[in-house]
């Protein structure tokens, strides 16, 4: 088992929870695990401090270095969770959603450290969150008017404006909510805690991208998975493209401050 699906199995809820609220919530933890450090992963400031000093300074070379570390893992913890094929698939999507989570979040916290963000900061936490759903589809969701903003937008904009925009895009989703759809925070046994309006929104936005991208493994890939070994190949291959899109996409939107 890779390190990050035995990471990734401790925050994962049931494989009948996968579902936009309980995925959500996996997705804050994991970035919070990601920036704090856990098991044998450092955390991203000691991650991108470490990869500065062994760079002899340069920043440019340092985030070089932590994109392709973290690619290898990526397609490591790809492959080890879609060897089963579709036989074990219920059990290690879960695991593959909040391992490649923590990953990308390190990753692009990471670099958003390098380039002189506070990630202590709540819009850069929810910003690095929006990274990971990678450029196409933050764009659509901007002009949507589900989204509060780019990933620059939401780590740099004033702290009022960016809740007034998430607060906007939060009543466009309760409008498009199907009327018999039970709400994520009356719902029974929910694990979510209280958050803000841009962590709700970013945290679902992000936990439907994912679920389509991890769970689904696009229908070009559903054949491959039919058998076990091909099935790890194109995991490993897909988890690791996914990571190296959002490393460039981190590295367009978190520009030097």
Partial sequence: MGITRRLGAKLVPRAGDLAPGPVAEIVHQALDRAIRGIGPLDGARAAGDKELEDQGGDVEKAIDKLVNTHLALAGAEGFATNLGGLVTAAATIPANISGLALLQCRMVAAIAHLRGYDVDDSRVR?????????????????????????????????????????????????????????????????????????????????????????????????????????GGVIGAGSDAWATRQVGGYARKQFTKV
């Fill in 126 to 230: 929810n910003a690095v969150l929006a990274t990971m759903m990678g450029e196409d589809a933050v764009r659509s969701l901007v002009k949507k008017g589900k989204l509060p903003g780019t990933p620059h937008q939401i780590a740099t904009l004033p702290s009022a404006e960016v809740e007034d925009r998430a607060a906007s895009a939060e009543r466009r989703l309760e409008e498009e909510r199907p009327p018999d759809a039970v709400r994520e925070s009356d719902a029974k046994g929910s694990r979510r805690k209280a958050r803000t309006q841009l962590d709700r929104v970013v945290g679902a936005q992000v936990a439907t991208t994912l679920i389509a991208n991890v769970g689904g493994k696009r229908l070009a890939t559903f054949a491959g998975k039919r058998v076990p070994v091909v």
